[in-house]
């Protein structure tokens, strides 16, 4: 009778201090695993805990997932968190080069229960991919995203830089138009393939910044290269303006030569013109003569022949 009283006393004691509750802030859900230490109790998972809900779980497993728009970066932004840097891709064989791409993608997780203990069942337990105790990503979380989103990520990337050579990449919004595009098409096929056939990822938002050579010497080469074309361009266009302000010189120097041309012509016909109102140079002459103060009209002398009487 004694050792009865024992046992159901170290049962009381136990379920006491097995009884816990377990609160979900408004970005985490759970799935439970019923972990019953009694013999011939169900060990599978039996409900989910939504956001923002508490429950008291008595010997039983809660694992977290993320209820809340989950982030993928990979990029050179030392705030974005978590961050992997940038995917390395190599460019076309017409001009190989690595380039870094920095891209971001956010999704979610479904919340639908069913699907949430399936994808523990299938897939997060054999990475230990679940939130920690606090929220925070665990190493196994990060894994099992990599392997459903980041993976599939690289073979994109990897797929549209080998039709290019690295100075498209570099350069050219259309490829960059064109990364962004295959990612949007292909990650969420990839990632439902990665779960077989279940999809349970969505919304997927996808970011791609400006590729950049991962050699910082290629990069100082073009930017060189660049600046000889820019300063070639800058001279060009200076010996071309100082031609053109000779060549306008020039041209304003005739135009008033012209003009000068063309007043003194307009003054010889005023003269002539003048000249034959008078009837004639002699006469225009004397009328000239007169105006100056002068009288060309002097009197006549004649002497006769033989002297004076």
Known sequence: MKTKIVT????????????????????????????????GADHNLTECIKPSETKNEAFNEVFKFPARQIAWNASNDPNAKPNRGPYVVVASAKAPAEMDVPVSVTFDLT??????????????????GTLNDDGSESDGWKA???????????????GVAQKYPWQEIWNSEEVRTEF??????????????????TEY??????????????????????????AAVQRAQA????????????RAKA??????????TK???????????????????????????????????QPTYVVPQGGQH
Do not use: W
Request: proline share 5%; charged share 15%; with cysteine.
């Open 8 to 39: 159901i006393a170290a049962a009381a004691a136990i379920s006491l201090s097995g009884c816990a509750y377990h609160a979900m802030g408004p970005a985490e859900q759970a799935v439970v695993q019923n972990g019953s230490m009694f013999p």
């Open 111 to 128: 919340q639908d229960c069913d699907k949430l203990k399936k994808f523990y069942s299938e897939f997060a337990a054999g990475y230990n």
């Open 144 to 158: 099992l995203i990599n392997h459903v989103i980041g993976q599939p990520l690289q073979d994109t990337l990897n």
């Open 180 to 197: 962004r595009t295959e990612i949007d098409k292909q990650l969420p096929l990839a990632s439902k393939a990665r779960t077989n056939g």
């Open 201 to 226: 990822f969505s919304n997927f938002q996808v970011t791609v910044l400006k590729p950049t050579p991962v050699n910082p010497d290629l990069k100082n080469a073009i930017e060189a290269q660049q």
């Open 235 to 246: 001279l060009q266009a200076q010996g071309v303006a100082e031609a053109n302000a000779d």
């Open 251 to 260: 041209d304003a120097e005739v135009a008033a030569a012209e003009a000068q």
């Open 263 to 297: 007043l003194a012509q307009q003054k010889a016909l005023q003269q002539q013109a003048e000249i034959n109102g008078y009837g004639s140079i002699d006469a225009y002459l004397k009328a000239l003569a007169v105006k100056q103060g002068l009288n060309p009209y």
